[in-house]
């Protein structure tokens, strides 16, 4: 039991943090994010070029061979200054289904440009009618001659507008199956719009679009994606921690410095109480986001476990972030709710993320699920 | 970042499983999970089983039964002790004068009293609160006067812990009222309880025990060499102590096993036509309560994997206040599925056939209103964390 990084690691921290404090303030990020695809691809290259997109990768598939620890200190980065660019949606939850299902040949090429930051692959999973379920219904893949094509909407994909590729979910026999479609596919239409926080997500739409099955065939790979959305949950909660802890800078500095009634807003003990309570919030997201990484890199977890460890960091980051989202905005005042100003945009991100891939609610009924199956939680496996 | 415990770690973990499962005897064990009230002797009992086996005192200097372990086997140590249901060291003696004599009391003093106090020969009470002084502490009023080879204790202490029970008491007095601050002018005395002049009443609180005290001094004599530490420095030793106070007050390992004891409760009654623990909505907030627990637990892990340097870690706040927050939330849930039940709350054995379960949950309930209160109350934990954390 170690919560620590190690040095390696902390320079790895330091080394994306200095890269991504350099290129967004709350100035340059309205500015990036005004504009499409919504975020910057000079340091998306930047990223690539420090191994961050290869991060999760096998080295034999041009990755850097690292775990979700070193995922995790990336997306705490991210998440601090708020980059809109799409690391957990594209190599930790994208990447991650290619690299679990896809073949050698896909694994390599894929993996490959996705690393080298030359080609953006996102996952496009959810539907309009639906919501957070491994499976698909709303697309359906057909057989034609030797390969597939693939009919149905998608809705709404994160950056779905500007990949390069899309790894698809659809409804195959037997249930469903990953798909890879080019962004150039016949068939294929992307309406971009952009999101509350700024990103970038599209409709996609599949009209008979040639697909390549990810991996050998097009099977049920409705394991492989609840086991690649558990990993992104679990990233997007570093992601979240590391948007909490500024947003509860942010906000404690605003209450050492903003008068009111000729003192600082600190000398309110309404106030500060209600900062504190934040503090206790964002403490303990931080060490059940921590833990949740320990299991998916444990070599001896099971699918199961981390499924569980997933949904209890969903659950605590749902919780958290819209305590500290909210309470960010209120203890600020009415500046909080301008777009000028940076900490509402950290309580619009916290709110995407909470509704992505499942949120606080939805995390509490599957665990209610096995509520009985066991005396109490064991933090500590033997 | 590493989730098993090691191989040693996890030896060490079975190793003080067994014990406290094995060696405190089954009876003590059940009126602590039974949530009776523990007698004297009990206490006493497992106190000198576990300090025989140098399980008492860990944390203390080495010289004086203290043992080498890092902070997460002491967190292994203590979580362990709850879950069996084992009564855990005296507080008083263990978390409090014990260390605050084994740093600043005199060679004399620690040969006198910390190995009486390890193995509950004394048992020790705490005089700190005052009618007029409980937040704000440094307001106490009590005051030493020297007289020749003594001081001369005049005054008054509340909610005196077990006081009942003890030979001797710590007690925070003012010896210079002149001070410019009132926490300069505090100093730390210690004498037995049947010192002429000393009386106690006890203080019946809502679940129909008697834990607390008010404690009378009038014209105390109390020799010069029972002042601990420096004269007006007490303050500093109150912190001291305090601070370990905080240190184990998350109880995690007992509030899991009262959400266990919940869980088992809740699958034998009936609701709705259905155990009650099939309820959805039951299920939901047992899932949400774990998790919360969880979350705790492991920042608890990861407090005492930065405390090292041995000084209080101020996220211990955290532990202190969300810590007496969920032990309340599991007594709630207790009441909650004891429903009607949970009224025969004083009947006799033989005058109900409610289960003893059902009959405690809430007089425990309305007991645990003190975890707030007590070791700083919660609005002191969140002043601190927006003062020394937040810089507010």
Redesign the interface.
């Known amino acids: ?5 190690d040095t390696e ?1 902390q320079a790895l921290r330091e080394a994306v943090a200095g890269l991504l404090q350099r290129a967004y303030d709350p100035e340059k990020r309205r500015a990036v994010t005004k504009e499409d695809p919504g975020f910057d691809e000079k340091v998306w290259s930047q990223l690539a070029e420090m191994g961050v997109l290869g991060l999760p990768f096998a080295e034999s598939d041009g990755g850097m061979g690292a775990g979700h ?1 070193e995922v995790a200190l990336v997306a705490t980065e991210v998440g601090r200054v708020l980059a809109p660019e799409p690391f957990v949606e594209s190599v930790v939850l994208a990447g991650g289904l290619v690299a679990d299902v896809g073949t050698a040949e896909q694994r390599a090429e894929l993996l490959g440009a996705l690393s080298e930051g030359t080609s953006l692959v996102v996952f496009a999973h959810a539907e309009p009618g639906s919501r957070w379920t491994p499976t698909a219904t709303g697309v359906t893949a057909t057989r034609s001659g030797d390969g597939w094509t693939l009919t149905g909407v998608k809705e709404p994909v994160p950056s779905g507008a500007r990949a390069d590729v899309l790894v698809v979910s659809a409804a195959v026999e037997g249930g469903t199956g990953l798909f890879v479609v080019r962004g150039d596919a016949t068939g294929l239409t992307r309406d971009g719009y952009r999101t509350h926080d700024g990103t970038r997500a599209a409709r996609v739409t599949l009209d008979g679009t040639p697909a390549q099955p990810l991996g050998d065939e097009a099977t049920d790979r409705t394991a492989a994606i609840e086991l690649a959305l558990a990993r992104a949950t679990v990233a997007y909660a570093h992601e979240a921690v590391g948007a909490m802890e500024t947003a ?1 800078t942010t906000t ?1 500095e605003y ?2 410095t903003r008068k009111q009634f000729g003192v600082p807003l ?1 000398r309110f ?1 309404a106030l ?2 209600r ?3 934040m ?2 919030s964002l ?6 986001a ?2 949740a ?3 998916v ?2 070599p001896d ?1 099971t699918p199961e476990q981390v499924l569980a460890a997933a949904d ?1 960091a969903r ?2 980051t749902s919780k958290a972030g819209r305590h500290i989202g909210k309470e960010a905005i209120q203890l600020h005042g009415g500046i909080g709710v301008t777009a000028e100003y940076s900490v509402g945009h950290y309580t619009s991100r916290l709110t995407a993320i909470d509704h992505l891939l499942g949120d606080g609610a939805w995390a ?2 599957r ?3 096995t ?2 199956a066991h ?3 064991e ?4 | 970042m590493q989730l098993h415990l090691s191989p040693e770690d996890q030896a060490f973990r079975d190793e003080m499983r067994t014990f406290f499962t094995t060696k405190i005897p089954q009876a003590i064990r059940d009126d602590v999970a039974a949530h009776r009230e523990v007698s004297k002797e009990s206490y006493v009992q497992a106190q000198r089983i576990l300090n025989e086996a140098g399980l008492a005192v860990p944390h203390w200097p080495a010289e004086w039964g203290g043992r080498d372990w890092t902070p997460l086997q002491r967190h292994i140590w203590r979580e362990e002790m709850q879950l069996a249901a084992v009564p855990e060291p005296l507080a008083f003696n263990a978390s409090m004068i014990g260390p605050v004599i084994a740093a600043f009391g005199n060679q004399e003093q620690k040969e006198r009293f910390l190995p009486a106090t390890a193995n509950l020969d004394i048992w020790w009470c705490q005089g700190f609160s005052e009618p007029d002084a409980g937040s704000d502490l440094a307001s106490l009023r009590t005051a030493a006067v020297r007289d020749g080879d003594d001081w001369v204790v005049n005054g008054q202490k509340t909610w005196t812990t077990l006081g009942q029970y003890a030979d001797w008491i710590f007690c925070l007095v003012r010896t210079d009222p002149t001070a410019e601050k009132k926490q300069r002018g505090i100093s730390l005395l210690v004498f037995p309880m049947d010192t002429p002049g000393v009386t106690l009443r006890p203080i019946e609180l809502l679940d129909g025990g008697f834990e607390v005290n008010e404690v009378f001094f009038e014209d105390v004599r109390v020799p010069a060499e029972n002042l601990i530490g420096e004269e007006n420095r007490g303050w500093d030793y109150a912190k001291f102590l305090l601070g370990n106070e905080r240190v184990g007050i998350a109880r995690v390992g007992a509030t899991k096993r009262m959400i266990a004891d919940a869980k088992e409760h809740a699958a034998q009654l009936t609701s709705g036509g259905r155990p009650l623990i099939a309820d959805p909505s039951m299920r939901t907030r047992i899932a949400e309560l774990e998790n919360e627990l969880l979350a705790l637990e492991l920042t608890a892990l990861r407090v005492v994997s930065n405390s090292s340097d041995g000084k209080p870690n101020p996220a211990s706040s955290v532990l202190k206040l969300r810590g007496s927050e969920l032990q309340q939330a599991a007594t709630e849930l207790l009441v909650d599925i004891a429903g009607p039940l949970s009224l025969a709350s004083f009947a006799d054995d033989a005058d109900t056939d409610v289960p003893e379960w059902a009959r405690s949950a809430t007089p425990e309930y309305l007991n645990y209103r003190k975890v707030s209160i007590y070791g700083g109350s919660n609005e002191v934990q969140r002043t601190i964390i927006a003062g020394t954390i937040l810089g507010l």
Request: proline content about 4%.
């Open positions: 039991m170690d919560f620590t990084f690691q620890a509860l404690s209450l050492k600190s003990q500060t109480f900062a504190a309570d503090y206790v403490e303990l997201v931080r060490s059940i921590l833990w990484t320990m299991v890199d444990a977890s209890r659950l605590q509490a009924t665990l209610a699920e509520v009985d005396p109490y939680v933090a500590l496996p033997a």
